[in-house]
């Protein structure tokens, strides 16, 4: 070992600077001991937003600051935690700023697989407990995805064996999200992958896969670790998209697995999970055309088969047909025989009423036209005499006293009163009957003839209409009729 200090003689001790001595220190410290491997527990270990890791190691009776540095940090195969139980190898050193010692850690392993797996299985204890694994939140897989979302290492056998599997099976349309599968930004990768297939958007120019399978070949449990980190197991288990899990060989187990909709036991397996068989669907589709043929040939023989029994006992066709024959020849011939009695019925009825039109009707309520018209005519004449001789007595009291053009107003209105008094007494008169149609008959005495016997009796006969009267002789022709 390297004298630090050069060595003086006594009472003539040299003055040194405060980093003069820090900086002798640190070297006969790193000198000393170089590379060291060091175990104990993890105490108030935490990342800088720099990258780095600070921390210390612990045990019962001594503690020791240590730091990791970004680039070392980021091969780390797990997530450190307080409490955890490691070995580390790196170099020791001071740190002159706080006059301490550390260690610069190179790499981490945890202490003990024990330990790593206790923690594993308290997270998996405390995830469950929130519902993250509960087989009823499991989504079905669909039966032929149309996309499929791989989340995986781009360069590793893994992504080469699923391709191969699916183009083997049913070749589908594969989308790969990269990313890293082992190391400090693995389980983050993996995550954002999971959320970022569920994030596109149904119809847009990326395809929105059906199926995600999360695959990693096989690996140590610190290889693994990504795995088991809570945000990718919680990011598994809130994807709306089903997942299938193909993490390591059939023996290894992570905590994706319980989150997974479906566990396949190596990414071939859920390769062949995602997607059946095409030539298998084809051979199936096939068997079932054919049965389905079968089935059909069957049924239309039975339908014939059960169709000409039913012929069979059916009676000819002519005998069907004979009862319906028979009436139709039985309502022929009653078809003359009902169309005269028809015929005849109406025929009475036509009679009948003809028979109460006689022309003795007609007089007699000519006459009685005739006669209201007469009564009408007198009661308005006498009404009209009565009406002039007050106008003209009115008249003539007032004539004296009124100016000749006030006594020809009065005359002017008493003449127009008095033509619509004759108007409506020329309305009401025989003449008027007669101008709607009907004749006055009169024997040669004067008197009306209302009847056509008394009408045979006369020696002639004086017809009287609106506009003139003829004389006839009864038993010559009148208007189509003979007296």
Known sequence: MNQALPLEAPGNTPEYSVSEIAGALKRTVETA???????????????HVSGHWYGA???ERAVIDLVMFKSAASSLAFRPEDGFEVIVTGKLTTFPGRSKYQIVVESMAPAGIGALLAQIEARRLKLAAEGLFDPAAKQALPFIPRVIGVVTSPTGAVIRDILH?????????????????QGEAAAAQVANAVRGFNAIAPGGRVPRPDLIIVARGGGSIEDLAAFNEENVVRAVASSRIPVISAVGHETDTTLVDFAADWRAPTPTAAAERAVPVLADLKAALAMAAARLDRAAARL???????????????????????????????????????LRVTAAHWRGRATTAGAALRPALITRRLESAIAASKLAAQGLDRAARSLVRRDTAVLATRAARLRPLLLTTAAARGRARLGEAGRLL??????????????????PDGSIVTSAGRAAAQSRLTIRFADGETVVTPGTPLQGRLF
């Not at 175990?39 to 108030?44: F, K, M, N, P, Q």
């Open 33 to 47: 001991f170089g590379q060291v491997r060091v175990r104990g527990e993890l105490s108030g270990f935490k990342r």
């Open 57 to 59: 190691m612990k045990d």
């Open 165 to 181: 599997r699916l183009a083997d099976r049913f070749p589908r349309h594969v989308l790969v999200w990269p990313v890293a599968v």
């Open 300 to 338: 239309v023989a039975q339908r014939r088969e059960r169709a000409e029994a039913t012929a069979r006992r059916l009676p000819p066709p002519r005998a069907l047909l004979a009862l319906p024959n028979q009436r139709a020849d039985e309502l022929f011939d009653r078809l003359p025989r009902g």
């Open 426 to 443: 020329g309305s009401l008169g025989p003449e008027q009957v007669l101008a709607r149609g009907y004749a006055l008959v009169q024997a």
